[in-house]
């Protein structure tokens, strides 16, 4: 089996490159795990994890690999329907708040044949500041880019339709997963994963389900998975407070 790394309002800056190491904590911002309880993550300390907390979303980076373990979202339909973000800022940064040697570069994702893909995509950030920071390579991990493109912006796309019918806080966490040896990008060795998911948590009906998706140019969304179905995949437990009452029901 493939091997996973896979404030009150966010206080990140509205320019996270210019900062300095720093510790951070989801205590910050809880907001964004269902019953504020974050993922509970095998081993976590050999991925050297740091939780990093921005506007509208949560990472937690592994300085191993420098890209997300996880990233976490709450999305709404009164969230969605107030965008306020403005046109697409396209401005891709390294994240000052991890040390150097702990995380991508904007170097290396350049001539990789990789595209920079989101994981808290642009499409869900309802202000400017929110925009901006979900350029940070804290977000991202090498992605090819007909996957970024098509079937991975559906499955985006669709996790939104669902968020705006919804009836309440639909949560959402989309992460990596990576072979045993995973290849690798740029000089700062940027693992590029074997696989994508991002689990969908409906917080009103408790049903949650999961799109699974091969990291290649070939691969096409197919049916998702189930709750306990990722969690056998990844060995995560993504909602650990929660109860999970259904299955799929996108």
Known sequence: MSRLLQVPESKAPADASRG???????????????????????????????????????????????TPVFVAERLSR??????????????????????????????DYKHSGYSRGHLA???????????????????????TPKNNQKPWNGIEQATRKYALRAKGDVYVITGPVFDGTPKTIGDNRVWVPKYLYKLVYDATTGHAWAHWIENNDESRAGKPISYAELVRRTGIEFLPKAKITGPADE
């Open 20 to 66: 300095t190491a720093q510790p951070t904590d989801f205590r910050a911002c809880s907001q964004f795990f269902a019953n504020g309880a974050p993922p509970v993550v095998p081993n976590v300390q050999q991925f050297k994890p740091r939780e990093l907390c921005y506007d509208a979303f949560a990472v937690l980076h592994s300085g191993s690999s420098k």
């Open 78 to 107: 009164a969230q969605l329907e107030n965008d306020k973000s403005g046109k697409r800022s396209d401005k891709f940064f390294a994240d000052g708040r991890l040390p150097r040697g702990e995380r991508a570069e904007l170097d």
């Open 121 to 143: 995509p642009a499409g869900n950030m309802s202000t400017p500041q929110a925009m901006a920071q979900s350029f940070s390579l804290a977000n991202m991990v090498p992605q």
